[in-house]
């Protein structure tokens, strides 16, 4: 069975920084492009970032670039997000995602996804 | 880049169908065959329901279906069951290796 398991979410003042992680298992992670997605409360969701299987191309939204950093260590099967510079805006859950179909960025889908972590930025 | 446009609610009854547009223009939904939906129930997780526009994933009911026309994207659920009552998001390729969501639409089995 596919899985995904989001960690490190908190509660944060601005300006603060967090790593999350998301431990995959089930399916060949180095083969799978992946991807982040976040939800504010009450919101809609919002794509955050991409990476390719190897880890050599990334991509970000625009509210997000310079200062989230997505990676990912092929060996220990997870997937990180470096959150840095946080502000209140950046409140949300933060789902991992499988890029499936095909692994061009923007060309595939997001399944399956994880539960999510919950990131709260405020003073 | 504006989330693409989707209605906040719509709703109908058992067995009726219901149809969720979502909005664009010729850089997202219009330029791209690569328009997927997800479903997701209170406190869940998002579910792929629909992927390049039309196709529906292995264990998904065929009830759900999705169309294109011009910049407009639509998923119809015909067949309304109480089990399809959750929130829908339309999601497309925006070009420059971007995805773009729409808003949501909650649907409301009556």
């Known amino acids: 069975e596919v899985q995904l398991l989001e960690s490190g979410g908190g509660l944060l003042q601005p300006g603060g920084s967090l790593r999350l992680s998301c431990a995959a298992s089930?399916?060949?992670?180095?083969?799978?492009?992946m991807n982040w997605v976040r939800q504010a409360p009450g919101k809609g969701l919002e794509w955050v970032s991409f990476?390719?299987?190897?880890?050599?191309?990334?991509y970000y939204a625009d509210s997000v670039r310079g200062r989230f950093t997505i990676s990912r260590d092929n060996s220990k099967n997870t997937l990180y997000l470096q959150l840095n510079s946080l502000r209140a805006e950046d409140t949300a859950l933060y789902y991992c995602?499988?890029?499936?179909?095909?692994?061009?960025?923007?060309?595939?889908?997001?399944?399956?996804w994880g539960q999510g972590t919950l990131v709260t930025v405020s003073s | 880049q504006s989330a693409l446009t989707q209605p906040r609610s719509v709703s109908g009854s058992p067995g009726q169908s219901v149809t969720i547009s979502c909005t664009g223009t010729s850089s997202d939904v219009g330029g791209y065959n690569y328009v997927s939906w997800y479903q997701q129930h209170p406190g869940r997780a998002p579910k792929l329901i629909i992927c390049?526009?039309?196709r529906r994933p292995s264990g998904v009911p065929d009830r759900f279906s999705g169309s294109k026309s011009g910049n407009t994207a639509s998923l119809t659920i015909s067949g309304l069951q109480a089990e399809d009552e959750a929130d829908y998001y339309c999601?497309?390729?925006?070009?420059?290796?971007?995805?773009?969501f729409g808003g949501g639409t909650k649907v409301t089995v009556l």
């Open positions: 999601c497309s390729y925006a070009g420059s290796y971007t995805f773009l």
């Open positions: 990476i390719s299987a190897s880890g050599g191309r990334t």
């Open positions: 995602a499988k890029q499936s179909g095909r692994a061009a960025p923007g060309m595939g889908w997001f399944d399956p």
């Open positions: 390049d526009v039309s």
């Open positions: 089930g399916f060949t992670f180095n083969n799978s492009a």
